[in-house]
Nanobody
Framework: QVQLVESGGGLVQAGGSLRLSCLVS????????VAWYRQATGKGRELVATILRNGGKSYADSVEGRFTISRDNNRGYLQMNSLKPEDTAVYYC????????WGRGTPVTVSS
């Protein structure tokens, strides 16, 4: 059973940076796509970035050029730069092939 543990969130001023980390266990991580989602209060869950097992990356338009997704061993990462108040949300990492498995997320708050 896959387990996902996100960390690295916090409170930051607009323009600042955070690096999120996701520890993944219970699967062959090297074979899997990794994704980051976020959910702001009162809104649905939004796909932020994806990294394939071959390293191919894609981003939501809203974060393109500011966020960078990466991976190594059994961790996924999301480097977030030039943060904006609208980036405030709980951030979750996800293994798309495990549709029902979600971690607890890590909250990010960006103050203006």
């Amino acid at each position: 059973q896959v387990q996902l543990v996100e960390s690295g969130g916090g409170l930051v001023q607009a323009g600042g940076s955070l690096r999120l980390s996701c520890l993944v266990s219970g699967i062959n991580f090297a074979l899997e796509t990794v994704a980051w989602y976020r959910q702001a209060t009162g809104k649905g869950r939004e796909l932020v970035a994806t990294i394939l097992r071959n390293g191919g990356k894609s981003y939501a338009d809203s974060v393109e050029g500011r966020f960078t997704i990466s991976r190594d061993n059994n961790r996924g990462y999301l480097q977030m730069n030039s943060l904006k108040p609208e980036d405030t949300a709980v951030y979750y990492c996800k293994i798309p092939s495990r549709a029902l498995s979600w971690g607890r997320g890590t909250p990010v708050t960006v103050s203006s």
